[in-house]
């Protein structure tokens, strides 16, 4: 597996990494712990060192699983983990409440820390922008976990062109994590030229667009009803049915190519900066070996105006999130 550097930090990763998330929380009932254990330690052995979770993923239970399942391999990887949302006192997700005082933060990241077995967070995101908490109280507080040794990068996820250069001023932001894929290209517009002014790393999640794009999911696809998709507009069986002709198009790319649907989508991400490091998920061992492969095909400049091409013919039906958490993105 290639590596790859996050901006002009010296953190460098495998060109793939690993978002561990629906192992346990988000796509139904969580996963077989022993499995998802083995297959995070397969993905090491093929050569992935970026593994992503957040406090908020169970709560809790995420976190533990990737801390057990990294805990005999922790020199050879880099872990990821996120603050700034308020589980509840019984253990649920609490994804409408936000808190990223520096008090909090202070408090959240020790938790962090022992779920995770590890003594320094490679790197920290806000997992979104608290509107009540200024960015810069937010950064000086990493900032502080910095200077402590306790986290040794400092991220940001989906945040607004304007927050992520006030927090760039004090504490270096080494990546920005949002969602971009071929279904979801706003980043382009302001987010993307941010970064590469800044020497800031992007790392796409969602980057098969919550499955859609390995083709395996038409209109008729039934979810789990946990599963998170059941409240996402986009995935209405009005829009999968339009949205379904972004996938055929790029299938056409993928049987020129000898690759699947998913791997275009991969290699297209890979293709567009050397600093992006898209984090797929799956919770299967053929997913995880098929997506690793993307990482091998190459794109021509011919393969990639084709792509754009297609992916500008179809206009996407169907909001990303729910309103309420939609409102969370941007900031």
Same mark, same amino acid.
Request: charged share 25%; hydrophobic share 40%; proline share 6%.
């Given at each position: ?241 339009? /949205? @379904? %002709? ?5 299938? *056409?790319? #993928? ?6 649907? =998913?791997?275009? $989508? ?24 098929? /997506? @690793? %492969? ?5 794109? *021509?400049? #011919? ?6 091409? =297609?992916?500008? $013919? ?18």
């Amino acid at each position: 597996m290639q590596k790859r550097k996050l901006g002009n930090s010296n953190l460098e990763v495998s060109a793939l990494g690993l978002g561990c998330m629906g192992m346990s929380f988000g796509f139904g009932p969580p996963a077989d712990k022993t499995e998802m254990i083995s297959l995070i330690r397969t993905a090491v052995e093929r050569g992935v060192t970026f593994f992503d979770t957040a406090e908020v993923y169970g709560p809790y239970i995420n976190e533990e699983l990737v801390g057990e399942a990294l805990a005999p391999v922790r020199k050879q990887v880099q872990i990821t983990t996120k603050f700034g949302f308020a589980p509840s006192s019984e253990g649920e997700a609490r994804w409408s409440v936000l808190n990223s005082r520096p008090e909090h933060i202070q408090e959240v990241v020790e938790g962090s820390l022992k779920r995770l077995r590890i003594e320094s967070i490679d790197l920290y995101y806000q997992h979104r922008v608290d509107p009540n908490v200024p960015i810069e109280d937010v950064a000086g507080a990493v900032k502080d976990l910095i200077q402590q040794g306790k986290v040794k990068h400092f991220g940001l996820s989906e945040p607004g062109v304007q927050t992520i250069r006030r927090a760039h001023k004090v504490q270096a932001v080494t990546a920005v994590q949002s969602e971009y894929s071929l279904w979801w290209r706003q980043p382009e517009g302001f987010v993307l030229p941010t970064l590469e002014e800044l020497g800031i790393g992007f790392v796409p999640f969602s980057p098969l667009g919550k499955g859609f794009l390995t083709g395996k999911i038409t209109e008729d696809t039934k979810f789990d009803s946990t599963d998170f998709r059941n409240v996402v507009p986009r995935f209405s069986p009005e829009a999968r049915k339009a /949205n @379904l %002709a972004l996938v055929d198009l790029m299938s *056409t790319v #993928a049987r020129r190519k000898s690759a699947t649907t =998913a791997q275009i $989508a991969l290699a297209w991400l890979l293709a567009q900066k050397p600093w992006i490091v898209p984090i797929p998920g799956t919770t299967k061992l053929h997913r995880l070996e098929e /997506n @690793l %492969a993307a990482a091998a095909v190459e794109l *021509t400049a #011919a393969d990639l105006h084709d792509i754009d091409a =297609a992916s500008a $013919a179809v206009k996407v039906q169907g909001a990303r999130y729910p309103e309420k958490l939609e409102q969370m993105t941007g900031r």
